[in-house]
Structure formats: C-alpha cells, structure tokens
C-alpha cells in the first residue's frame, strides 16, 4: 500500500516520517509496540498490541504523577520512559518494538527511548 501525502513543512514532513515508519513496525502480543507522541510541551507514551487494537499500558507528562515534577522537557521526558517501562514490568512486558511517532530520533524522543531502557525494557 502507498501513501501520498503532500505539502511542505514540517508536519507535513513529520506525517510523511511516520507513514514510512508504520509499513514495517507493527506491534504483536508477544512484542507491542511503544509509541511516542511528543507536543511542544507534554510527551505521551502508549504500549499497544496492534493484533487487539488495545492500548496495555500509557503515562503522559499529563497524568497525577507529573504534577509536582520541576525539571526541564527532557528529563521529565525521561521520567515518562520510567515510569511506562515500569508499568510494562508490572504487566509482564518486557520488550517492546519502538515507534517514534515521525519524530527525529533526537532530545525528548531520545529521552523517553533512555528511560524505557534503564527501567528494563528491551527495545
């Protein structure tokens, strides 16, 4: 299946990214796929099993967690890494095919990837 997608900037060229990305990483019950959705100011981090159309595990910059944390962007990105691989651990995951959303794998995206490692998944 091809995607056309058309126009100039950079979301554009981020939605062009993430199509490329999605034809080979697919996430299965046996490894789901971690998924990365980053705005200006919030990192989301969802565990889901394509096969099922579920969603297994999520933490986000958003949730209660967060609500005390002082620290830039990318450390609380790296905290969300954290905390998603441990609620993985908890749920008997342990390695997960990594989806970066279209984003460029560099600061926050990199940050949430080095979280997830150090909590003990493997990506």
Do not use: C, W
Not at 19 to 27: F, N, Q, T, W, Y
Not at 91 to 111: L, M, T
Request: no cysteine.
């Amino acid at each position: 299946m091809t995607v056309k997608i058309f126009g100039k900037g950079k979301s554009v060229a981020r939605i062009r990214r993430h199509a490329r990305l999605r034809k080979s990483v697919v996430g299965t019950a046996t490894r789901p796929r971690l998924v990365i959705t980053r705005s200006n100011r919030n990192m989301i981090a969802q565990i889901v099993d394509d096969s099922k159309g579920l969603t297994l595990v999520s933490e986000s910059t958003l949730m209660s967690d967060f609500s005390d944390f002082k620290g830039s962007k990318t450390e609380a990105a790296k905290k969300v890494g954290e905390l998603v691989a441990k609620k993985a651990q908890d749920k008997g995951i342990s390695e997960v095919v990594f989806d970066r959303g279209g984003n460029k794998y560099h600061g926050r995206v990199a940050a949430v990837a080095d979280g997830a490692r150090e909590g003990g998944l493997a990506l």
